[in-house]
């Protein structure tokens, strides 16, 4: 595979890793300032995230925020802190990569029953009230989240257990918000009974562990596409594989819109020598293009992907190299789809070179290959999830097999 | 899994306490787990801890990350084609040279269809390429009402082959030179069809 690691990547404009001062701007800047963010340039954004991850490496932290500071005062937040800053947190658009500062925090008012920052320790209050705990994987689009369940536990205190009956632990609000009950007294007395407390303690603390473990392989199951078996060791399988698409993916992205902006700024060029000089117009160009170009690097690269999209009764494979596309499609029903196929390869701006296939028993399988045209911009990614959306919309429109066609 | 029986194990204790049948299959199933997860953990660049539930969180975490960066990224990408001055090649340049390929090499058009079984056909059509061609072609073999059971397109020398394998859904059997005259006819209309979008395109 590719060597590709976070922090290491050359930046397009020569810019060395952040200093402090660069983290701090980040932190300076309010995601109310929704508008002022949209105007900086997106790249930059990618850049600093990346920036704000090689500074966090270098920390020594047991957070996954992008702010290593302020996570170091977390004993001094009090519940209406961590409340406000996971409403921020859920309510912050995906532009919004820069987490706000703790000033900011002290404007929202909240009602007590609010999701709190899962990281810092939790002052239980009293034995019997109810507190709640963010679901870690409720905004996709957000910010990391830290772990959740590993800092929720080591915060408890000693005497403190979760009722027994564990199917009832936590429940889902209907936004993804876990609730559990804590009643001491009622911990005690579904332990077990038991005079000599330690054991079973460690009996009850280790049930916690393990079905705060099976939740967390379920939430990493819900994150892949296409999961397979419900099983820890298919879960991670197929996390590794989704892992990997996304760093070709991020990878062919990358090349996609470098290349773009060559072309771009190329085109500027050329056309501020035409109006420079009208005599050399066509020569003086020509020279420059080869000299002045920055992004030589991202030029020469060939750009690859590979994914494959699995739905009820599809599947599709793309594989791209350069500029040459490869798609395989294998339906199960009994639809003929090729019109559609080829409709959407049309749109795509995907130039036929070759098709094969045809009817496999109960399968219709196809292959297709195919060159972008020059100039497009699609990605491997558009291609397969587009086919598997059209294919499936395809599945759900039509009639049961023994009618006509879906036209 | 379970249907293994135990065998002469020589690191396996004998207290019957804790043997279970499967007791290799076990292992094997907990090695490739933690196999895996290795794996994984090497996957992801931020790790905190190295036990099994940090592994999991981490992983969540930059799964995360990278969805927002490939969105991130292709959001950009959309912004750049909005205001791009590049355009995807023009329609009559591919045309013209699909053309002198084509005649340079001898090629020429044609339509061929023999009649296997029944309401069988082999279809072998030979036509210029030109964008959108196929999607044409499949439509044309829909409207005639025939199911491609098995298709082969190739493109050479800016022609295209279109050699299929179909057979009639509807009823009523074809004869082979009605369905070569439609086929030819719709060809035709193809060809001017394209042109004047090529006009249209041209006076854009």
């Known amino acids: ?407 | 899994m379970g249907r293994r029986k135990l065998e002469d194990d020589d690191d396996n204790n004998n207290s019957k306490e804790f043997k279970s049948k499967n007791l290799q299959a076990e292992r094997r199933r907990r090695q490739k787990l933690s196999d895996r997860l290795l794996t994984l953990r090497s996957l992801v660049p931020i790790i905190t801890n190295m036990n099994k539930a940090t592994i999991i969180d981490d992983a969540i975490t930059y799964i995360q990350e990278l969805q927002k960066t490939s969105q991130v990224l292709s959001e950009q990408l959309l912004e750049m084609e909005g205001s791009s001055e590049e355009s995807v090649m023009p329609m009559k340049l591919e045309i013209d040279v699909a053309q002198h390929d084509m005649k340079k090499c001898g090629i020429k058009e044609e339509v061929k269809v023999s009649n296997i079984d029944g309401n069988k056909f082999l279809i072998k059509i030979i036509v210029e390429k030109k964008r959108g061609c196929f999607t044409q072609l499949i439509e044309a073999m829909n409207y005639l009402g025939f199911e491609l059971s098995e298709t082969n397109v190739t493109t050479f020398s800016g022609a295209m082959l279109f050699s299929s394998c179909v057979h009639g859904k509807y009823g009523d059997t074809l004869m082979v030179e009605h369905i070569e005259e439609l086929l030819s006819e719709m060809m035709r209309s193809m060809k001017t069809s394209s042109q004047s979008a090529i006009e249209l395109g041209n006076t854009n």
């Open chain 1, 1 to 407: 595979m590719h060597s590709w690691s976070w922090g290491g990547l050359p930046s397009p404009d020569g810019t060395t890793t952040q200093t402090h001062d660069i983290l701090e701007d980040n932190l300076n800047l309010s995601s109310y300032n929704h508008h002022q963010l949209e105007e900086e340039d997106a790249s930059t954004a990618v850049q600093m995230e990346i920036q704000q991850h090689h500074l966090l490496d270098t920390t020594t932290t047991n957070s996954h925020f992008i702010r290593p500071e302020l996570s170091y005062e977390q004993s001094n937040w009090d519940a209406a802190d961590h409340q406000s800053f996971n409403m921020l947190l859920s309510s912050s658009s995906p532009e919004a990569a820069y987490p706000p500062t703790p000033d900011l925090l002290n404007l929202f008012h909240l009602p007590p029953k609010c999701a709190f920052l899962p990281n810092s320790p939790i002052s239980f209050k009293s034995a019997s009230a109810s507190s709640v705990v963010c679901d870690p994987l409720f905004h996709l689009n957000l910010t990391p989240q830290p772990p959740v369940f590993r800092e929720l536990l080591q915060s408890l205190p000693h005497g403190y257990t979760l009722p027994a009956d564990e199917k009832e632990l936590y429940h889902d609000g209907d936004n993804g918000i876990l609730e559990f009950t804590r009643d001491i007294s009622m911990a005690a007395h579904a332990k077990g009974r038991d005079k000599a407390g330690k054991t079973t303690k460690h009996f009850a603390t280790e049930r916690e562990r393990r079905v705060h473990l099976n939740d967390k392989f379920q939430a990493l199951r819900t994150m892949v596409p296409s999961p397979t078996k419900n099983d820890r060791a298919s879960i991670v399988g197929d996390a590794i594989d989704y892992i990997k698409e996304l760093l070709r993916t991020v990878r062919e992205l990358k090349l996609v819109v470098e290349k773009k902006r060559c072309g771009q700024d190329r085109s500027k060029r050329l056309k501020t020598e035409e109006t420079a000089s009208a005599a050399d117009a066509g020569d003086g160009g020509c020279k420059l293009l080869g000299l002045g170009d920055p992004d030589q690097c991202y030029n020469t690269c060939l750009r690859s992907s590979w994914l494959q999209r699995k739905s009820k009764n599809s599947e599709v494979d793309v594989r791209l190299i350069d500029d040459e596309v490869t798609i395989k499609l294998v339906q199960r029903k009994k639809i003929n789809c090729l019109l559609f196929v080829s409709r959407l390869l049309d749109e795509l701006q995907l130039d036929l070179h070759h098709v094969a296939g045809g009817n496999i028993g109960d399968y219709y399988s196809f292959l297709f290959n195919t060159k972008i045209y020059e100039g497009s911009s699609v990605y491997a990614s558009a291609i397969a999830n587009k086919l598997i959306n059209v294919v499936d919309k395809q599945d759900a429109a039509a009639a049961p097999p023994t009618s006509s066609t879906c036209l």
